[in-house]
Every structure is written in C-alpha cells, then in structure tokens.
C-alpha cells in the first residue's frame, strides 16, 4: 500500500520538477516565407514589395536560456536561386521593417560584428549562440549594443523577425516573425 502512495505521489510531482529544471528556458520558432517579405524592390524605385514570390524556404529555432543569458539557434534554409548574403533578427513588427538587432551569419565584407560565421551559399544549416556581444542595436529604436534584454525583450513581445537577403533581394527575399513555441507563427 505505501508503495502505491509513494508512486501515484511521485508521478503527479515529476512534471512540476522537471518544469523546474527547465526555470528560465523559452523557445522561440519562425518558419520563413517571401509572402512575409517588405523588402524593397529591386532598381531604381526601393518601393516595399509587400511580398515576394521565392522559392526559397527556411526556419529558425531559438533556445532562450535567461539565467545563462545566452540564446542558441538552428537556422536551416534552401531553395535559394542566388546566393545567400546575411541573414539575421530584425526588430519590427509583422510586414513593418526594422533594424537589424543580431547576425546570423554574412558573407558581405567589412559588414558583420566579429565572429560572425559565413553564411551556406544557397541552402545550409547554420548554428550558434547569441550572448551580449552579439546584439549590435537597433540603437535607434531604444536597444543599444551588447544590449542582451533588448533582444528578449524583442521576443518575448514577439516585434522579432528573422530575415535572409539575397543577390537577387538584398533587401531580404524571405522574412519570419519569430514567436513563442507555442503560438501561432501566422498572428
């Protein structure tokens, strides 16, 4: 009998002692698509696009560790017709622009923060660790460098989207809004 109790009593506590092993931990997921683009079009004009019609796909997933202040990502993305020129997390809300808060990776010269790894030319899996030092601004919209709060805060408030420019679009040919696991990426 005491058997039975210390059992039924240690399966109903597990999950709040595994909830508590995992205090502080978020993910965060962004399917990419053009028709979440507001990249300018190419030429002379600049004019937002509102959309574009890729064949390119990708997502992203992000790992919040909040007591260790780091976040780690899974980037994979394909169906590139041009080259991959950067890709990384904007501050902006759904189909508004914004600037640029970390890297993923760059193949631009003399343009990404030290230790930013090349980016897979037109499909790969890119991954890694965002700490304070990675945060580069948008200094202009309140989050400054090393500003490691601002980009949380970025996510959490769900105003975080992820972006992957091109040759063809460097303005960005596929965009994510980057949300909770557990919300719905089309909000």
């Known amino acids: 009998m005491?058997?039975?109790?210390?059992?039924?009593?240690?399966?109903?506590?597990?999950?709040?002692?595994?909830?508590?092993a995992n205090a502080g931990a978020k993910d965060f997921h962004g399917t990419f698509s053009g028709f979440e683009?507001?990249?300018?079009?190419p030429g002379p004009t600049a004019a937002e696009t509102g959309a574009i019609?890729?064949?390119?796909?990708?997502?992203v997933d992000l790992d919040l560790n909040r007591a260790a202040r780091t976040i780690t990502f899974k980037l994979t993305f394909s169906g590139f017709t041009t080259d991959v020129l950067q890709a990384h997390i904007h501050f902006g809300k759904r189909h508004v622009p914004g600037g640029v808060i970390v890297f993923f990776c760059d193949n631009l010269p003399n343009n990404p923060p030290?230790?930013?790894?090349a980016c897979p030319?037109?499909?790969g899996t890119v991954t890694g660790t965002f700490m304070a030092?990675?945060?580069?601004?948008?200094?202009?919209?309140?989050?400054?460098?090393?500003?490691?709060d601002g980009l949380v805060a970025a996510l959490d408030s769900d105003t975080a989207y992820g972006n992957i420019h091109t040759t063809n679009h460097?303005?960005?040919?596929?965009r994510a809004q980057i949300r909770h696991d557990e919300d719905d990426d089309r909000k």
């Open 2 to 20: 005491r058997f039975k109790m210390f059992a039924s009593v240690t399966a109903m506590a597990a999950p709040f002692v595994l909830l508590g």
């Open 37 to 41: 683009e507001t990249g300018p079009l």
């Open 53 to 59: 019609l890729s064949p390119a796909t990708a997502t």
């Open 114 to 117: 030290a230790g930013t790894q």
């Open 121 to 123: 030319t037109r499909s």
């Open 133 to 148: 030092g990675s945060v580069v601004g948008p200094a202009a919209q309140g989050i400054p460098a090393g500003d490691f």
């Open 170 to 174: 460097p303005g960005g040919e596929i």
